[in-house]
């Protein structure tokens, strides 16, 4: 058994007051960590536009390493470019997870966001690279590194790259269908996985890893992978596909483990985090990273209004078992 | 190679078409059967918005291509669900027999708001000698984007050569605004992939096998393959890549290209002699060919002006 205690919101975007690309959220954090500092990357948003419609942008806030509430540095600049006219990143580069190659390289995988006519937006997964500890990142190509495919047909989102096994290994999102909810699309999306030997060309397992439990419609969305006491431990968070803005459909935190990354056994039961009576995350939490540092384990989450106010800290009390 | 003009064969205007369609018989495909030739093509309906859907329809000939036979009365491939890559039209499709099967390689179309469109190119099959076709595993496509094919996959044509499944395609390089005024533009190249079993393909990424004659801004779409004598002969049509829709010289017209190897591609098409004459049906563009043999001929398809609005016509190689 095992809980996480609630150390407090890190980070809110809000008190950022001289960038106008970084005005609003701090979404779907994931760490990298430096000697002396924590790099959380995270995404963001500027003002909506005339329309109501954002772009989003990723960056990355430093945190002191012997102090995560102490904050040493905020990017000044987005750590990716949009992408040009007609490519598949367009209006976005929301989410971003990071990790080194074999060059120690830094290399970010991220969801690059298009607008359509019929549904309002679609995603595919990009990768780019930083020859500069992850302060900016250079694409590889102009087009996405995992795209759509018979089996997942749209929305490729929430990439999270890990490396086990001398393997590279890609936990995503893949639409399932669109959804007419009072009116208007909604996409229904569920836990998939890739792999690769050199990060760049991958192998769909093309199975839903992680089955449905609230309702068949489910959206699952950030599934955050860690390895410890030989089990692969999955934080991901859940929503019902309607009614989702508010605190009874909204979001919440799941959790599986698995032996071998393709069989998961659900068990939401012990996740070990649930929203709070009050306060920043009494309505929903989501968007979970679990991170290790100085022999801890720690949990970035996002709080109501899926990160339009920051993301919050909790600590693993107990063992992932 | 010199191909023999015959006579446009086939006028959407004087046929019932399935989906309401009433205009444009685009890119026809030939599938020959013991005792006719089916040609599929793509029709247009025009939706609530006033935007065009593209929809396959075909019609059977005689094998000398004199007489019709039929149309086909109902449809056969409902369009993609909501969000799909082939939400917005299906056009082309290629047919290639496969044992007891038909395999179908469809472009399918996704409107877009900054641009107007995406492609990829889409699986689907028949086993009802090509009457009607049902996706095959999924909503989505068997090839679409990637790193270095930012866009527009599109114009799937396959055929199994010794074994293996061959496809030529098209890839965006790019959209581009050409004038501050203009709506953006799309550029797309003739590609290559290969497969073991006609689903999973492994493409030649962004290699573009066709070298450009009006240089880098050239626009290449619809290639189609046919062994002819030991030599694999490519049909295509190529343009100008901005203010190509008036006839002004910069719209479709017809490209060949030939190789021995199905890797090094010689492009040869100043000599293919197939202008129309002035007024007629296929004056102003040339479009959308496809080469196919029956009966000991090789037959040429290809749409006229206007991108086939009114029809297609045939042409047959002179050997």
Known sequence: ??????????????????????????????????????????????????????????????????????????????????????????????????????????????AGWTRCESVPFNVAIGCAVSTDEGKTFEKMGSGPILSYSIDEPFVMSGPKIRRFNN???????????????????????????????DGINWKKLNKDLIESRIEEDEAQASPDVIFENGKYHMFFCYRYSSDYRGKKNGYRIGYASSVDLINWVRDDSKAGIDISDVGWDSEMISYPHVFALNGKKYMLYLGNQVGKHGFGLAQLEGELG | MKWRKIRKIFDPTEHSLPNGCVEYAQSPQALVFEDFIRIYFSTRQVDAGGKYLSHIAFVDFSKDLNEIIQTSGDEVLPLGSLGSFDEH?????????????????????????SVSVDTAIGFVVSQDDGMTFQRF???????????????????????IIKGMFHMWYIFGAGWKKFSADSSPDR???????????????????????????????????????????????????????????????????????????????????????????????????????????????????YNGNEFGRHGFGVAILER
């Not at chain 1, 007609?86 to 990071?98: H, K, N, R, W």
């Not at chain 1, 893949?174 to 890739?194: H, S, T």
């Not at chain 2, 082309?92 to 179908?104: E, H």
Request: aromatic share 14%.
């Open chain 1, 1 to 110: 058994m095992f809980s996480w205690k609630k150390l407090g919101k890190v980070f809110d975007p809000n008190l950022i007051m001289d960038s106008s690309w970084l005005k609003e959220f701090a979404q779907a954090p994931a760490t990298l960590i430096f000697e002396d500092h924590v790099r959380v990357y995270f995404s963001c948003r500027p003002l909506p536009d005339l329309n109501g419609q954002y772009i989003s942008y990723s960056a990355y806030v430093d945190l002191d390493r012997s102090n995560l509430f102490k904050i040493k540095k905020v990017a000044t600049q987005p750590i990716l470019n949009l992408g040009g006219l007609g490519e598949f990143d367009e209006f976005g580069t929301y989410p971003v997870s990071v990790t080194r190659d074999d060059l120690n390289q830094v290399r970010a995988y991220y």
């Open chain 1, 167 to 197: 393997a590279w290994q890609l936990f995503y999102i893949a639409g399932k269908k669109w959804k007419i909810v009072d009116g208007r699309p909604e996409p229904v999306y569920k836990i998939r996985m890739a792999t690769s030997l």
């Open chain 2, 89 to 113: 039209g299906i056009f082309p499709i290629n047919v290639v027999r496969n044992n007891d099967l038909i395999y179908g390689y469809t472009c399918g179309w996704n409107r877009r708001v």
């Open chain 2, 137 to 159: 595993a999924g909503e989505g496509p068997v090839l679409a984007a990637s790193l270095y094919e930012p866009c527009l996959v599109g114009d799937g044509f396959v055929k």
């Open chain 2, 187 to 301: 550029i797309y190249k003739i590609g290559h992939a290969i497969s073991q079993d006609g689903i999973n393909w492994v493409k030649e990424e962004a290699r573009q096998i066709i070298s450009d004659r009006l240089g880098a801004d050239e626009s290449q779409a619809l290639p189609s393959v046919l062994e002819i004598d030991g030599i694999f002969h490519m049909m295509f049509c190529y343009r100008e890549s901005y203010n190509f829709r008036k006839a002004n010289g910069r719209g479709y017209r017809l490209g060949h290209a030939w190789s021995s190897d199905l890797i090094n591609w010689q492009r040869d098409d100043e000599g293919l002699a197939l202008e129309g004459n002035t007024g007629s049906w296929d004056a102003d563009m040339q479009c959308y060919p496809n080469i196919f043999e029956c009966d000991g001929h090789v037959y040429l398809l």
